[in-house]
């Protein structure tokens, strides 16, 4: 056989080879997904869009503007309804990996659409994502929580995540919402922890007797936890601060937090450590083996292509679960109506200076 021919008959392989991994991809981007709550109560979806206009929007790439944010919202639902559409509108421009991941119209949110409320009160929770990720994308954990009696607020830092979604169009991240280091990163956190405690306001503005504004606990994963303990202690109606895979940082890091503290990630840092011994209220840490960042977000909930997952720190259900759990174990702690009792499960350890 000659070369070429070899060479034609090698090439028409890879054709092959390339088009069956294409099929596959397409396959496995349409199978449904669900994230479906597991507590007692159905919950409910909304959006809200809000303007603080006491402050002027630093991280805007154009000044002079108030700061506007989306804020989403899940809560105990009286009934069911529509189901919410995971990503609607603009929002779809969340997905990055093309036929690498689920499509987001195969994803089952689990959550209805502007229902209305249970019956009650209920504590509320100011969800802050990592830097770069949007609330969106904490749909699982957000309605975990929610179907067990509390209401979330889960903000988007506007020109921080990669996408946000403002008057129905999408709105990128600039270079000031990105600074993950130095002076600029600090800014940022202050601008976050503002941005956490109006949301806490502004929820208790819009939902009035549903949602028990005094018992207000700030959680966030990865840069957005490190900005909860901040926003908490800032905040005299904080009952609690729970951090997700973040390094905690300024000031509350040597002063400690005199409200109830939960640390959950695959390390405790330094930071971590020295907030811990800093701190005079109740602190509690752990540490997940084989836990890696993306692991708190919904990634780990949907299908990813091997490709995808073997270079981005994305994806593990377990770990998705476990924070879930032992945030469901520590808000009844932050609102005075429970004893910490971590849950029972394998791979997690308790870490550092704990149990104060």
């Given at each position: 056989?000659?070369?070429?021919?070899?060479?034609?008959?090698?090439?028409?392989?890879?054709?092959?080879?390339?088009?069956?991994?294409?099929?596959?991809?397409?396959?496995?981007?349409?199978?449904?997904?669900?994230?479906?709550?597991?507590?007692p109560?159905?919950?409910?979806?909304?959006?809200?869009?809000?303007?603080?206009?006491?402050?002027?929007?630093?991280?805007?790439?154009?000044?002079?503007?108030?700061?506007?944010l989306?804020?989403?919202?899940?809560?105990?639902?009286?009934?069911?309804?529509?189901?919410?559409?995971?990503?609607?509108?603009?929002?779809?421009?969340?997905?990055?990996?093309?036929?690498?991941?689920?499509?987001?119209?195969?994803?089952?949110?689990?959550?209805?659409?502007?229902?209305?409320?249970?019956?009650?009160?209920?504590?509320?929770?100011?969800?802050?994502?990592?830097?770069?990720?949007?609330?969106?994308?904490?749909?699982?954990?957000?309605?975990?929580?929610?179907?067990?009696?509390?209401?979330?607020?889960?903000?988007?830092?506007?020109?921080?995540?990669?996408?946000?979604?403002?008057?129905?169009?999408?709105?990128?991240?600039?270079?000031?919402?990105?600074?993950?280091?130095?002076?600029g990163?600090?800014?940022?956190?202050?601008?976050w922890?503002?941005d956490?405690?109006f949301?806490?306001?502004?929820?208790?503005?819009?939902?009035?007797?549903?949602?028990?504004?005094?018992?207000?606990?700030?959680?966030?994963?990865?840069?957005?936890?490190?900005?909860?303990?901040?926003?908490?202690?800032?905040?005299?109606?904080?009952?609690?601060?729970?951090?997700?895979?973040?390094?905690?940082?300024?000031k509350?890091?040597?002063?400690?937090?005199?409200?109830?503290?939960?640390?959950?990630?695959?390390?405790?840092?330094?930071?971590?450590?020295?907030?811990?011994?800093?701190?005079?209220?109740?602190?509690w840490?752990?540490?997940?083996?084989?836990?890696?960042?993306?692991?708190?977000?919904?990634?780990?909930?949907?299908?990813?292509?091997?490709?995808?997952?073997?270079?981005?720190?994305?994806?593990?259900?377990?770990?998705?679960?476990?924070?879930a759990?032992?945030?469901?174990?520590?808000l009844?702690?932050?609102?005075?109506?429970?004893?910490?009792?971590?849950?029972?499960?394998?791979?997690?350890?308790?870490?550092?200076?704990?149990?104060?």
């Amino acid at each position: 056989m000659s070369l070429k021919r070899v060479g034609s008959a090698a090439a028409a392989v890879v054709v092959l080879l390339f088009a069956a991994y294409a099929g596959f991809l397409g396959h496995r981007a349409r199978h449904a997904v669900s994230l479906a709550p597991p507590g007692p109560y159905p919950v409910g979806r909304a959006a809200q869009e809000v303007a603080d206009r006491s402050r002027t929007d630093e991280l805007a790439p154009v000044g002079g503007n108030p700061r506007v944010l989306s804020m989403w919202l899940w809560y105990p639902a009286a009934s069911r309804g529509t189901p919410a559409a995971y990503a609607p509108g603009a929002w779809a421009g969340l997905r990055r990996y093309g036929w690498g991941q689920t499509a987001f119209s195969r994803i089952a949110t689990g959550t209805f659409a502007d229902v209305p409320f249970a019956a009650g009160t209920f504590p509320l929770v100011v969800l802050l994502p990592g830097l770069g990720f949007a609330a969106p994308q904490y749909q699982a954990l957000a309605a975990s929580i929610a179907s067990r009696g509390y209401v979330v607020a889960g903000v988007t830092p506007t020109y921080s995540a990669r996408l946000s979604v403002i008057g129905g169009h999408a709105v990128r991240a600039s270079a000031a919402g990105t600074v993950s280091s130095g002076p600029g990163a600090a800014r940022l956190a202050a601008v976050w922890a503002a941005d956490a405690r109006f949301a806490a306001r502004q929820a208790g503005l819009l939902l009035g007797p549903h949602v028990h504004r005094a018992q207000v606990v700030y959680a966030g994963h990865g840069f957005g936890g490190a900005v909860a303990i901040e926003a908490c202690r800032a905040d005299p109606a904080c009952a609690g601060a729970a951090d997700l895979d973040g390094a905690p940082g300024g000031k509350v890091v040597s002063t400690g937090l005199r409200q109830p503290l939960l640390m959950l990630g695959s390390s405790l840092p330094p930071t971590g450590q020295s907030l811990l011994a800093a701190g005079g209220g109740r602190a509690w840490a752990y540490t997940i083996a084989g836990a890696r960042s993306g692991d708190f977000t919904d990634y780990a909930a949907y299908w990813l292509a091997a490709p995808v997952r073997a270079v981005r720190p994305l994806g593990d259900p377990r770990v998705l679960a476990i924070a879930a759990d032992y945030l469901a174990a520590f808000l009844p702690v932050a609102a005075g109506n429970a004893t910490w009792r971590p849950p029972s499960i394998p791979g997690v350890r308790e870490a550092g200076m704990l149990g104060r």
